[in-house]
């Protein structure tokens, strides 16, 4: 039952993620030939720089969902209710600290930018109603609802309202640049895309939630509120992890703005590589959280154990596809020689996107179980070390200096939440076993790559429209998974559980 709802969620989201995506690559696209590179590259540095700003949400709506996982499985509406009011008067306060914080941040921008005073204000102006567009949620009610959503394992409901109007959103954007050339004008369309979104979600919610009686007399549980301190460490680390790097090398690198909209167009790849695995992953979650709460410890482990296979495979087979087509797609999409960069970078990149999807099975087993406290230093370690160096190799060596510091944050990171978990919810486990098989993995792919850097440069010379790339990496992808798979098959006994459970679901 669990694995339908898993499948069922994963399919209702991929779908329109893939929609959003294509829009989002037509989008870039066009950016980039209406607005140019530097306008392009200022965009993405607002879209990164935004994602800051929420650092004050530290995590709260993945607390208030932890809480909900236990009234829902016992059906308590009373409790339902106190949490989700609680949650309102929560996600306002933070509304109202973050709208402090844009002020602030736009100030701090205009000593970041190095353009002329007339793209500064251009450039701050559109961060303004940007970040305005991103704060609605905290005023109304959408928040509070996603978290419902997700602790009752129907996150699909709010994603396909969320997608529905991305996609819109998505539409009017593309219109706008084409007809207007306007950032600010880009800005408004973004700040009008999400107020229909608010109003959507209020009506549809209200009817889904129809049992939820929340009155005057209605007690205010806060209690997930105090999550929130240890949270916020995994925020940072989360958001200086996916976003920190446009904003050093927007302030550190001699490229600048072009140097961003060159590393955006294949971190656009790599985020909708990553934005697929997570909605698969985020709907696992809340399904561990289901499972942790009513289940044995044995049966924790089986799926886990599963999970982190499936995860590896995944994993290998998204990053060499990464390695292979990435630079062959850019010059295809793009079509501007200085887009594309070297192997040695792309794999990074791609070095970048195994580790990543490594990670999303530790994360949310330590989000399930509600190990924020003593992961938050973990975090905190990881994010300082990344951020550190991402600044020191920026100066010197670009693109290539920041994915270097990435990789060495994540490999950190996945070692200390490898020894959290283990110790701490699968005792009879070595805490080295784990990160054991995660680093076998990464030593894998290396090799991979190292041995087959001459079939990645064949596919940029000599693949040069979309129709020939489609085909190479169709072909390239059945052939990397039935490899990849029937290795894992004859060495992994999870990987045949994993396979038995496909079948039974295929049966059925």
Known sequence: MRTNKVIKASIIEIIPTLIIAALGFIRTKVFISFLGS??????????????????????????????????????????????????????????????????????????????SMSTKIIVILSFILISLSNILSFFFYSRAYQSLYNANQEKYIASSIINFAKILSEIFVIIVTIYLKSLIAIAISMFLSKVLEEILFVIISKKRFKNLKVTKDTKEDLTASKMTSELIFNQIGYTVFNNIDTVVLMTFSPQ???????????????????????????????????????????????????????????????????????????????????????????????????????????????????LFKKSKYFTLISSAVNLTLSIILAKKYGINGVLIATCIGYLLDIAFRSILVSKNLYIETKKSSIFIKYFLALLSFVGIIFLTSSFEKLFLNNINNYISFFISMSFAAVIILIITSVIFLIISPNARNLYKRCLKLIRK
């Open 38 to 115: 530097e306008l392009n590259g200022y965009y993405q540095f607002i879209v990164q720089f935004v994602s800051y700003l929420f650092l004050a949400e530290a995590g709260f709506g993945t607390a208030i969902s932890y809480k909900l996982y236990k009234p829902i499985a016992q059906k308590d509406e009373k409790k339902i209710s106190e949490i989700y009011k609680g949650s309102l008067k929560i996600f306002r306060r933070i509304g109202i600290l973050i709208s402090g914080l844009v002020v602030l941040l736009a100030l701090l921008m205009n000593f970041i930018i190095k353009s």
């Open 256 to 370: 600048g703005a072009i140097g961003v909209s060159i590393y955006t167009a294949y971190y656009y790849i790599h985020r909708f590589v990553i934005n697929i695995i997570a909605k698969i992953s985020t709907s696992i979650l809340h399904v561990l959280g289901n499972v942790y709460a009513t289940e044995n410890k044995e049966k924790s482990k089986k799926v886990f154990d599963e999970y982190i296979i499936f995860t590896i495979i995944i994993s290998i087979i998204c990053g060499l596809l990464y390695y292979f087509g990435s630079r062959a797609f850019v010059n295809i999409w793009i079509n501007k020689s200085e887009y594309i960069i070297s192997n040695f970078c792309v794999s990074l990149f791609s070095l970048v996107l195994l580790l990543a999807i490594l990670m999303e099975p530790l994360i949310n087993v330590i989000a399930a179980n509600g």
